[in-house]
């Protein structure tokens, strides 16, 4: 694939190679674990399925170009891409983190890699400074969302790359909220991309998976070790059903951030609701060369927490559920559903109330979803 070639292109076409000896438009689905070596210790090609795939390879490769990177590595979730960086790291070693982000993450940081002697200061990340402020002599990492999950806070990647390559630290993007189609960070600085292949990327709420993108080879040597040595890679059929989820990307994220646009302008018109978070909702310009503002939409109601909780059941189009990315609208609690593993009180200093509702803004017909947020509103 001609690298030359624009984001729709490269998402369809940069895993032609893999079409096999029948010439299929498709990719296959090479569901096998072994392959027939030429002599003992043959490792020219492919040996056996946890180390490569064709089919997940076809993955990686298309991850890696549209997200302008060298290596993609695909992984059984977005939880084992991000253990994954993680083991990048050893005992001792200090990780400054953007203080608004996953649930999970916040969990496997706080709950598994504290217990192995690695330690964490979390920042508020929209001054990059901050960043720059945390670091000691032992910090090795930089990890940040942006837009944020849930409070959809920008950061500004460039920046926060400059202060990182300073320091000699490595800085890792979680880019699952954007999609490389909206922003692009290894373009601004960033060593690794992670994603959460789960959401916009596949896209149809059918398969699981995660995504880790570099671009310096002695990091991908790295990567492709842990993932070989500890196992957690995704499956012929997952890789499948996602590559052909991210055949679309360009064309669902359109739709998802026109939605999600329509729909905070219609909330921000709403009595009852203390404040709209939407990317570029504000008037100010996005960062990091954003072109859109992403499917995702969060709001605050001016309400109790039994009133916000018939509010989330009382939708009909918007289904209440954990996760985001797909082509059905998803509403979901934060406090009680994907930030519940974050301790109450470190919640509610970042913002993440009872009040707080986020909104994974799906591509039906817009006049039905506002619609469905105006009946359950008045409910």
Not at 159 to 182: E, F, G, M, S, W
Not at 335 to 348: D, Y
Request: proline share 4%; charged share 20%.
């Amino acid at each position: 694939m001609n690298k030359g070639h624009k984001f729709e292109t490269r998402a369809i076409h940069s895993s032609d190679q893999f079409s096999g000896e029948t010439g299929a438009v498709s990719t296959p689905i090479f569901q096998t674990s072994t392959y027939k070596l030429a002599f003992p210790g043959d490792e020219s090609g492919y040996v056996y399925s946890r180390t490569s795939n064709p089919t997940r390879r076809a993955l990686e490769q298309t991850l890696a170009s549209v997200e302008s990177g060298t290596n993609g590595f695909a992984f059984a979730s977005g939880m084992a891409a991000v253990n994954t960086v993680m083991n990048l790291l050893s005992s001792g070693d200090h990780v400054v983190v953007g203080d608004d982000l996953y649930g999970g993450c916040y969990r496997l940081f706080n709950r598994v890699y504290k217990q192995y002697n690695i330690s964490f200061t979390y920042v508020d990340g929209r001054q990059a400074g901050n960043f720059g402020k945390a670091v000691t002599p032992q910090t090795r990492l930089f990890w940040l969302e942006t837009p944020t999950n849930p409070l959809m806070r920008l950061y500004d990647i460039e920046k926060i790359a400059i202060i990182a390559r300073k320091n000699k630290i490595l800085l890792a993007v979680d880019n699952t909220l954007a999609t490389p189609y909206v922003q692009r960070p290894l373009e601004l600085g960033a060593d690794i991309v992670v994603h959460s292949l789960t959401k916009y990327i596949s896209g149809h709420c059918d398969a699981v998976g995660g995504g880790v993108v570099v671009k310096d080879p002695l990091l991908a040597e790295k990567i492709g070790f842990y993932q070989n040595g500890v196992g957690a890679i995704l499956s012929p059929f997952d890789s499948f059903l996602t590559l052909r989820g991210l055949k679309t990307l360009s064309l669902r994220m359109e739709r998802h951030c026109s939605n999600a646009r329509a729909i905070a302008e219609f909330l921000q018109q709403q009595k009852g609701i203390k404040s709209v978070l939407y990317p570029g909702l504000d008037g100010n310009p996005l960062p990091n060369g954003m072109i859109l503002g992403g499917g995702m939409v969060s709001f605050a109601l001016d309400a109790d927490s039994d009133a916000v909780r018939r509010f989330v059941m009382a939708t009909k189009v918007f289904t209440l559920a954990e996760s985001l990315g797909g082509v059905e609208s998803l509403i979901n609690h934060p406090a009680t559903m994907t930030h519940a593993s974050i301790p109450e009180n470190i919640r509610r200093e970042r913002g993440i109330g009872h009040e707080l509702v986020r909104l994974s803004v799906g591509l039906e017909n817009i006049d039905d979803l506002i619609a469905d947020l105006k009946q359950a509103l008045e409910a």
